[in-house]
């Protein structure tokens, strides 16, 4: 049963950083697509980063030079640090891996709050 649990979410204030996992079971995520989404209140969801199996980043407009998602393949797990956090980040992030047969699986997400 594949599992994708998100975690490091939290308050921040505008500036601030976070780091958010993704940890994996029962897929390998060096054998997916890798990405980071996230949903604000009343919006739709955001696709905010991807890594791909020979680890290409791509990153929406508005994150690009603030966050890095990065991928721990000893740990089966993925990382997206946010740096210079902006009231306009806050939503649930939400993690999913996409393999090759395109099946796409989802964690539950992590709320992450940035206070002005």
């Known amino acids: 049963q594949v599992q994708l649990v998100e975690s490091g979410g939290g308050l921040v204030q505008a500036g601030g950083s976070l780091r958010l996992s993704c940890a994996a079971s029962?897929?390998?995520?060096?054998?997916?697509?890798m990405a980071w989404y996230r949903q604000a209140p009343g919006k739709q969801r955001e696709l905010v980063a991807t890594?791909?199996?020979?680890?290409?980043?791509n990153y929406a407009e508005s994150v690009k030079g603030r966050f890095t998602i990065a991928r721990d393949d000893a740990n089966n797990t993925v990382y997206l640090q946010m740096n210079s956090l902006k009231p306009e980040d806050t939503a649930v992030y939400l993690c999913?891996?996409?393999?090759?047969?395109?099946?796409?699986?989802w964690g539950k997400g992590t709320l992450v709050t940035v206070s002005s």
């Open positions: 999913s891996a996409a393999n090759v047969v395109g099946a796409t699986y």
């Open positions: 029962g897929i390998i995520v060096s054998n997916n697509v």
């Open positions: 890594i791909t199996r020979i680890e290409l980043r």
